[in-house]
């Protein structure tokens, strides 16, 4: 089972949020145990250590906090791997023509460039260069069957 992009996103935000929490519980509740020491003082600073621990190894202590965010990088890697794949050939790009209102599968080798959020492809039929934004790509099929999806 392939999980989509945004199935991904929204487990990491739920992760981080889970590690902010432990984290403020600890802070506060350890806080208030500090002067006291009394009956919980060790169940405080467990929660403050088990939440700094999920947002360290999670690395956003060190990143940028946008758990809803960067589907569109993750766009942007899964098409540069299939840009500079060798057998590219085998790849279909799925996207939802907005003026149309339907999806449009075109062949990954026709691929021109990646520019920041834009992809441009060179239509065969029409002849010219179609730009294609990343948030318009749904899917990405290797062979026939389901690579990517968002």
């Known amino acids: 089972m392939v999980l989509r992009e945004q199935d991904k996103h929204f487990l990491a935000s739920l992760y981080a949020a889970v590690a902010i929490i432990f984290t403020w519980k600890g802070l506060w509740d350890g806080i208030y145990l500090i002067p006291y020491l ?89 002849n010219k260069e179609v730009f294609i934004p990343l948030h318009r790509i749904t899917e990405i099929a290797y062979k026939g069957k389901r690579y990517w999806r968002l």
């Open 38 to 126: 009394g009956e919980m003082k060790g169940v405080a600073f467990v929660f403050f250590f088990m939440g700094f621990a999920f947002l360290t190894f999670s690395g956003l202590i060190f990143n940028q906090f946008d758990p809803l965010g960067n589907i569109e990088k993750s766009t942007t890697k899964v098409l540069h791997s299939i840009y500079q794949h060798p057998e590219k050939h085998h790849f279909q790009v799925k996207y939802h023509d907005k003026s149309s209102k339907e999806d449009i599968t075109l062949e990954a080798k026709n691929i021109s460039k990646i520019e920041k959020g834009t992809l441009v492809i060179h239509h065969p039929k029409k």
